[in-house]
Protein backbone atom coordinates (compact mmCIF):
# COMPACT_ATOMS: atom_id res chain seq x y z
CA UNK A 1 0.00 0.00 0.00
CA UNK A 2 0.63 3.78 -0.69
CA UNK A 3 2.64 5.44 2.42
CA UNK A 4 1.98 9.10 2.82
CA UNK A 5 3.74 11.71 4.86
CA UNK A 6 2.64 14.79 5.87
CA UNK A 7 4.70 17.43 7.25
CA UNK A 8 4.60 21.66 7.32
CA UNK A 9 2.19 21.85 9.76
CA UNK A 10 2.44 24.39 12.85
CA UNK A 11 0.85 27.22 14.76
CA UNK A 12 0.20 30.74 13.08
CA UNK A 13 -1.81 33.76 13.42
CA UNK A 14 -4.70 34.57 11.83
CA UNK A 15 -4.09 35.75 8.51
CA UNK A 16 -1.03 33.84 8.22
CA UNK A 17 -0.15 31.25 5.72
CA UNK A 18 1.32 28.16 5.47
CA UNK A 19 2.21 25.28 3.30
CA UNK A 20 1.77 21.56 4.14
CA UNK A 21 3.26 18.84 2.11
CA UNK A 22 2.51 15.58 1.24
CA UNK A 23 5.31 12.91 -0.03
CA UNK A 24 4.14 9.41 -1.01
CA UNK A 25 5.95 6.51 -1.18
CA UNK A 26 5.63 5.64 -5.03
CA UNK A 27 4.72 7.71 -7.94
CA UNK A 28 1.32 10.06 -7.57
CA UNK A 29 0.14 9.23 -11.31
CA UNK A 30 -0.15 5.58 -10.40
CA UNK A 31 -3.00 7.04 -7.54
CA UNK A 32 -5.69 9.15 -10.25
CA UNK A 33 -6.74 11.60 -7.26
CA UNK A 34 -4.84 13.05 -4.52
CA UNK A 35 -6.98 14.97 -1.59
CA UNK A 36 -6.22 16.99 1.70
CA UNK A 37 -8.78 16.79 4.62
CA UNK A 38 -8.99 17.90 8.09
CA UNK A 39 -10.89 17.51 10.76
CA UNK A 40 -11.33 19.49 14.00
CA UNK A 41 -11.73 18.61 17.89
CA UNK A 42 -15.12 16.53 17.87
CA UNK A 43 -16.04 17.30 14.42
CA UNK A 44 -16.27 15.18 11.53
CA UNK A 45 -13.11 14.57 8.89
CA UNK A 46 -13.79 16.36 5.56
CA UNK A 47 -12.12 17.36 2.36
CA UNK A 48 -10.63 20.78 2.06
CA UNK A 49 -9.12 20.28 -1.87
CA UNK A 50 -8.51 17.73 -4.45
CA UNK A 51 -6.30 17.02 -7.31
CA UNK A 52 -6.86 14.50 -10.23
CA UNK A 53 -3.01 13.52 -10.50
CA UNK A 54 -3.03 13.24 -14.82
CA UNK A 55 -4.20 16.65 -16.00
CA UNK A 56 -4.15 18.89 -12.45
CA UNK A 57 -7.87 19.62 -12.28
CA UNK A 58 -8.56 20.82 -9.13
CA UNK A 59 -11.10 20.77 -6.34
CA UNK A 60 -11.77 23.07 -3.17
CA UNK A 61 -14.12 22.86 -0.53
CA UNK A 62 -16.33 26.31 -0.63
CA UNK A 63 -15.09 27.30 2.86
CA UNK A 64 -11.28 27.22 1.70
CA UNK A 65 -11.93 28.46 -2.24
CA UNK A 66 -9.57 31.73 -3.30
CA UNK A 67 -7.50 31.20 0.19
CA UNK A 68 -6.41 27.65 -0.41
CA UNK A 69 -4.11 25.96 -3.03
CA UNK A 70 -3.59 22.41 -3.78
CA UNK A 71 -0.45 21.60 -6.52
CA UNK A 72 1.64 18.23 -7.09
CA UNK A 73 5.38 17.80 -8.14
CA UNK A 74 5.20 14.65 -9.72
CA UNK A 75 9.04 14.33 -9.94
CA UNK A 76 8.90 14.72 -6.40
CA UNK A 77 5.78 12.65 -5.55
CA UNK A 78 4.54 15.23 -3.62
CA UNK A 79 1.37 17.16 -3.15
CA UNK A 80 1.18 20.58 -1.19
CA UNK A 81 -1.40 22.58 0.23
CA UNK A 82 -0.89 26.31 0.43
CA UNK A 83 -2.89 28.11 3.06
CA UNK A 84 -2.92 31.79 2.94
CA UNK A 85 -5.35 33.95 4.76
CA UNK A 86 -5.70 31.56 7.35
CA UNK A 87 -8.53 32.04 10.39
CA UNK A 88 -8.80 30.00 13.64
CA UNK A 89 -11.63 27.75 12.02
CA UNK A 90 -8.74 26.11 9.53
CA UNK A 91 -7.45 24.77 13.03
CA UNK A 92 -7.77 21.14 12.79
CA UNK A 93 -5.55 17.91 11.69
CA UNK A 94 -4.77 17.89 8.09
CA UNK A 95 -4.70 14.73 6.50
CA UNK A 96 -3.50 13.60 2.91
CA UNK A 97 -5.03 10.73 1.05
CA UNK A 98 -4.74 8.99 -1.96
CA UNK A 99 -7.75 7.33 -4.28
CA UNK A 100 -7.19 4.60 -6.85
CA UNK A 101 -9.84 6.21 -9.08
CA UNK A 102 -10.14 9.45 -10.46
CA UNK A 103 -13.05 11.40 -8.96
CA UNK A 104 -14.89 14.32 -9.50
CA UNK A 105 -16.96 17.32 -8.38
CA UNK A 106 -19.39 15.48 -6.44
CA UNK A 107 -17.05 12.62 -5.63
CA UNK A 108 -13.82 14.01 -4.54
CA UNK A 109 -14.53 15.27 -1.10
CA UNK A 110 -16.15 11.27 0.08
CA UNK A 111 -13.51 9.64 2.85
CA UNK A 112 -14.77 6.38 1.33
CA UNK A 113 -13.20 6.79 -1.86
CA UNK A 114 -9.47 6.92 -0.66
CA UNK A 115 -7.78 4.08 0.23
CA UNK A 116 -4.14 5.21 1.33
CA UNK A 117 -4.01 7.83 4.27
CA UNK A 118 -1.13 9.70 6.48
CA UNK A 119 -1.13 10.17 9.89
CA UNK A 120 -2.05 13.80 9.88
CA UNK A 121 0.07 17.16 10.26
CA UNK A 122 -1.35 19.86 13.20
CA UNK A 123 -2.47 23.63 11.93
CA UNK A 124 -3.77 25.89 14.70
CA UNK A 125 -4.48 29.39 14.06
CA UNK A 126 -4.93 31.63 16.56
CA UNK A 127 -6.77 35.19 17.01
Known amino acids: AQVLVESGGGSVQAGGSLRLSCAAS????????MGWFRQAPGKEREGVAG????????YYADSVKGRFTISQDNAENTVYLQMDSLKPEDTAMYYC????????????????????WGQGTQVTVSS
Open 97 to 116: ASAPTRLYDGSWYRLANYNS
Open 26 to 33: EPTYRRNT
Open 51 to 58: ILTYGGVT
